[in-house]
């Protein structure tokens, strides 16, 4: 059945009817202005099909040496691995010194203007120029996601996560989203919105990943190596997870992190070589990257000082402080408590930008393109006036501590902002709200000088406020590094009361700094052992370890209270039937055959030309049963036929009783959602009908009459065939002649087969000058003969795990005669489906009691 539909409804309802009997001619973009839904999304081919194409490829290989084959595809395996992981810290790279020349250029223009400032009045002429920056770097960033790839806004870390469950998200790995999301999230930093440029470093690495196996591009056409593997779904989707990881380790320095993350997170599926590839993948980005940063920013090439886009510094009390620790055994009980605080704040934020992001979805996004635009820049202006008015009205000016420690990481205030202070003296709010993200956590992480719980306080506000805000609007925006720097505000707020007002002075606001941190990203994203690693090699402190791991549990644990992660959140509000490790509560009390959808598009095994393109033409399903009809006796006569013998009789009875078709449960639907019943129930195949067509129901080829009646007949299940793989058949003239018999098709290989992968054409761009109707097609040896398959009566539990473990796009249930009698897909198994069923549920009993006394009847 389809993989997505025009309609999102539910089956049998008076939308899909007419979706199926009016629009079927339609293009499907004629129905996109509405909000997507389960069936607008596709799924993945991650199951390999066993056609004889694909056999008689195994065969040869075999023939001629499998295990040089092997050797080679494992080598080039490798390499592909080594090079994903080099070319995304090379963007990685790209990015952060893009970034930092964008930035230094614009600070040290407003910056020189203000050190010419003597009174507050000509401050209006700086605020201007860093207006004038700001809007023109944020316009640059909406204009390429609102007119190049809208996929490249956000952090992509949900659309990698939807593509790695098996969701084909359109345009998510393409090279073009990839520059689009580069270029875009250098901007958007730049522009002084508080976004991050690590997180989509984690989707560009995904586009990598899957872009570099292929040895070829559509968008550079000339380059083209021919190499024949890597060619599906399933081997691209484990670069694309070694990619991510490799994102990860390039924007933390934390390469087992990204390995973890992409396990926890990213992937549903995993296999021990993959884990092998994606930690050399990590390995490699981590190690190309701290040797371009190392050699451009301390010009000490090799010396691999700068392990990352963003480092923690070292977390060391100072040594003229005895009675100062990292953290003690009493800090832990206070740290379990900044994590429910953390998680408590995570749960607001992701209510906050939930019901933003639904704002958006119901009105910005259905007006024109410069709305989004005009969205982005007012962001933009107002964090910027946010940012430079506060610290000018607010903040205070306090002495500068001198340096107390030479080692990275414990510092005084050498990098404080002066702000019209006079010399010797600095603002402490423009330290953190002037300065880059990235110098700011370092400020509250390790600068010894005084934060005024004011500036603390009211830094934590308006940054809480504006971050959650811009996150979800139309720029490329990451959300690690200002949940981090969120909550770095907010642990060193806490550790600011303990000092002043308990008397706690053996705390290092560095530790406490890093756990607030550890609690609010925690509390917003969920995350727990990947985000404890990459917390851990960031601060190159094993000995934080603990805390780290305390407080992110502890902050998941109150975030689920309310809500879940912002990511699945975003994936929620998209519709995207995303299957967790688990099947849904929902399920537990329903079959396969009450879930299952029953209205069917299948093909003969011998089928008219003609057929198969108008079933393309007219559907949008991806896979169809491979059938043939059976208008044999009724198992009631067969039984009263031998009634003489009691065991045959007996069984023949059980086999009567556990017998369900399509027609039954069709008929019990219409009941149930007070349908047209004439709709549904049929006694029996047209009589007429098959008298009219004798020679083509006896010889088994197709010849069109796909009715409600004929669709309701009981259909021997032989197989499925590929949408994918009957446009290719149809464009090669794999056919014969009604005079022909079927041995004279051509046939052609599995690499003719697959050759359009994985851009298959649609139906409407063949040339059907070359396309001779009249023929023949045998599509037997081209379908998958051994599908996975379950019962009517299998829990959908069990379903649930079979499709999610084996990476399955269709599943078909066959009934104890060998008979197809529905087909069920991702979204049957989603949420949202699972939701609207559920709402007939004292009904859907009564369906099983009548289903039961159909059947025996």
């Not at 690590?198 to 690495?205: D, L, Q």
């Not at 995350?527 to 917390?535: C, F, Q, R």
Request: proline share 4%; net charge neutral; glycine share 8%.
């Amino acid at each position: 059945m389809s993989e997505r539909n025009a309609l999102c409804c539910m089956p049998h309802s008076s939308c899909c009817r007419r979706r199926q009997s009016d629009g079927l001619n339609q293009p499907l973009t004629h129905f996109r202005r509405r909000a997507p839904c389960g069936k607008d999304y596709e799924s993945l081919d991650y199951d390999q099909c066993y056609n004889k194409p694909y056999r008689k490829m195994t065969e040869d290989l075999i023939q001629q040496g499998s295990k040089w084959y092997s050797m080679k595809k494992e080598a080039l395996s490798w390499l592909s691995i080594f090079f994903v992981g080099f070319f995304t810290a090379l963007v990685a790279f790209f990015i952060d010194a893009i970034t930092r020349l964008l930035t230094e250029w614009k600070l040290s223009t407003v910056t020189n203007t203000m050190e010419t400032c003597s009174h507050w009045g000509c401050l209006s002429n700086s605020l201007g120029i860093l207006i004038l920056f700001n809007a023109s770097f944020v316009l640059v960033a909406a204009a390429l996601v609102v007119f190049g790839e809208p996929l490249a806004a956000g952090s992509g870390i949900p659309e990698i996560k939807c593509y790695l469950n098996g969701v084909k998200v359109q345009h998510v790995i393409r090279l073009w989203t990839l520059f689009c999301k580069a270029v875009g999230v250098l901007f958007s930093v730049s522009g002084g919105l508080l976004v991050g440029k690590e997180g989509p470093m984690i989707h560009s690495g995904g586009v990598i990943g899957a872009g570099v196996p292929q040895f070829e591009s559509l968008s550079f056409r000339k380059f083209k190596l021919k190499i024949p593997f890597f060619r599906s779904d399933r081997e691209k989707r484990d670069f694309v997870s070694a990619g991510a990881a490799a994102g990860v380790a390039a924007a933390f320095g934390a390469p087992i992190g990204g390995v973890l993350f992409s396990l926890e997170e990213g992937s549903s599926f995993w296999n021990q070589s993959l884990t092998w590839k994606t930690l050399f993948c990590t390995m490699t980005s981590t190690f190309t990257l701290n040797f371009f940063l190392s050699g451009t920013e301390y010009s000490s090439w090799g010396s691999f000082y700068q392990n990352g886009l963003l480092t923690f510094g070292l977390f060391q009390c100072p040594p003229d402080n005895k009675k100062c620790h990292l953290w003690t055994a009493g800090d832990l009980l206070i740290f379990i408590l900044i994590g429910c605080g953390g998680g408590f704040f995570g749960m607001v934020f992701n209510f906050i930008n939930t019901k933003l992001t639904l704002f958006r979805l119901k009105y910005i996004v259905k007006m024109h393109k410069f709305v989004r635009i005009f969205e982005a820049l007012l962001i933009g202006v107002v964090t910027t006036l946010v940012l430079f008015l506060t610290p000018a009205f607010i903040g205070e000016c306090k002495d500068i501590v001198p340096p107390q420690n030479s080692s990275f990481g414990v510092t005084g205030n050498s990098d404080v902002q002066r702000f019209l202070c006079q010399n010797g003296t600095y603002n402490d709010m423009v330290s953190l709200f002037f300065n880059t993200q990235e110098e700011a956590i370092k400020q509250l992480f390790h600068n010894s000088g005084e934060f005024s719980l004011l500036t603390l306080g009211l830094f934590f506000l308006l940054f809480y406020l504006l971050c959650c805000w811009t996150y979800g609007s139309s720029v490329p925006s990451g959300l690690f590094v200002p949940c981090i720097l969120c909550g770095a505000a907010y642990g060193r707020f806490v550790a600011t009361v303990l000092q002043k007002f308990f008397g706690m002075e053996h705390i290092y606001l560095g530790t406490f700094s890093l756990i607030g941190a550890a609690a609010f990203l925690g509390g917003v994203v969920r995350m727990t052992i990947s985000l404890t690693v990459i917390l851990i090699e960031c601060t190159n402190e094993i000995s934080l370890s603990l805390p780290i791991m305390v407080t992110l549990m502890v902050a998941k644990w109150i975030g689920d209270l309310g809500n879940v992660g912002l990511y699945d959140i975003h994936i929620n509000l998209k519709h995207v039937p995303l299957l967790e490790w688990e099947a849904p509560h929902l399920a537990l009390n329903y079959t396969a055959a009450d879930i299952m959808n029953t209205r069917l598009s299948f093909v003969y095994p011998y089928t008219r030309v003609r057929s198969i393109f108008n079933l393309l033409s007219t559907t949008a399903h991806n896979a169809f049963p491979v059938v043939t009809l059976n208008y044999g006796k009724s198992l009631k006569k067969v039984t009263n036929e031998l009634q003489s013998d009691t065991v045959t009789s007996t069984n023949l009875r059980y086999r009567s009783s556990s017998h369900v078709s399509r027609k039954q449960i069709e008929s019990e639907r219409a009941k149930l959602h007070n349908s047209d019943s004439e709709l549904f129930l049929v006694d029996r195949p047209n009589e007429n009908m098959i008298k009219e067509e004798p020679q083509n129901i006896t010889s088994g080829v197709y010849d069109g009459f796909n009715s409600l009646e004929d669709n309701l007949c009981p259909m021997t299940f032989h197989g499925m065939v590929l949408r994918s793989h009957l446009i290719a058949l149809l464009k090669q003239n794999v056919s014969y002649s009604e005079n022909d018999e079927p041995t004279a098709q051509n046939n052609i290989s599995y690499e003719s087969l697959n050759a359009d992968y994985p851009r298959f054409p649609s139906i409407h761009d063949l040339d059907l000058e070359n396309i001779d109707m009249d023929q023949i097609m045998d599509v037997s040896p081209y379908m998958h003969p051994c599908p996975y398959v379950v019962h009517p009566d299998s829990p959908v539990p069990q379903v649930f795990n079979l499709f999610r473990t084996m990476g399955l796009r269709h599943l078909p249930v066959i009934n104890s005669s060998g008979e197809v009698i529905g087909l069920i897909t991702r979204h049957n198994l989603s949420h949202e489906y699972l939701s609207k069923i559920t709402k007939h549920a004292a009904v859907g009993n009564e369906f099983s009691l009548n289903l039961t006394s159909v059947a025996r009847d």
